[in-house]
């Protein structure tokens, strides 16, 4: 079975570009993550889908990040324009159920903004 | 005041040793509680999941809860290379996931 998968793994872009993130999350799990992890920080919740809504973003920076989850497969996160600031790793999980502390991660998209 | 607390480390042992990696918290409805295993450059592995305080062991991994300290350690037994990494604590209210920053343990051979 195919783990969760983010492309791409690394990307280097210049301040005030633009930048998308994708995730596939393990088929069936209706729940999906994302989070960064800034260097030196502890990893950060950003939001959580549930199949194509958003059932929390509370951990979203600022309106230049938007993510989207059409048809509740995979899901993408932009940063428009991108700053210094949202370099880091993003990390995407799924989970099959909520309240489970079984999240499976993805070995994350690194983001550079020169 | 961050909702995990974490000592990052780098911890180094010799390959055998009993390790110890500890977590505290401060909000009291964190009712999961994980450690997460995680190689460089590589996503976090889940290594240990606990509902309630006491202790749980898989292995030569044993994950303690003590809900009354707000505090969580993992212990590793007979310590291996192969256990280098940094471990992760992570606790949920059973919505959101709050990470610590991670430990780094090296086990030399």
């Known amino acids: 079975e195919a783990g969760v998968t983010q492309f791409p793994s690394h990307s280097v872009i210049e301040k005030g570009q633009t930048v998308t993130l994708r995730c596939d999350p393990i088929s069936g799990h209706d729940n999906l993550y994302w989070y960064r992890r800034v260097m030196g920080k502890e990893i950060k919740f950003l939001l959580h889908f549930v199949k194509e809504s958003k059932q929390d973003e509370s951990g979203m920076p600022n309106n230049r990040f938007l993510a989207e989850r059409t048809g509740g497969t995979y899901s993408t996160l932009k940063v428009q324009p991108a700053e210094l600031e949202d370099s880091g790793v993003y990390f995407c999980?799924?989970?099959?159920?909520?309240?489970?502390?079984?999240?499976?991660f993805g070995e994350g998209s690194r983001l550079t903004v020169l | 005041q961050k909702e995990v607390e974490q000592d990052p480390g780098p911890l180094s042992v010799p390959e055998g040793a009993i390790v110890s990696l500890n977590c505290t918290y401060s909000n009291s409805a964190f009712q999961y509680f994980m450690w997460y295993r995680q190689y460089s450059r590589k996503g976090p592995e889940l290594l240990m999941y606990t509902y309630s305080s006491g202790n749980k062991e898989d292995g030569r991994f044993t994950a303690q809860v003590d809900k009354s300290s707000k505090y969580i350690s993992l212990f590793i037994r007979d310590s291996q290379p192969s256990d280098s990494a940094t471990y992760l604590c992570?606790?949920?209210?059973?919505?959101?996931?709050?990470f610590g920053t991670g430990t780094s343990l090296t086990v030399i051979p």
């Open positions: 999980a799924s989970s099959l159920a909520l309240n489970t502390g079984e999240l499976f």
């Open positions: 992570a606790m949920s209210t059973g919505n959101q996931f709050y």
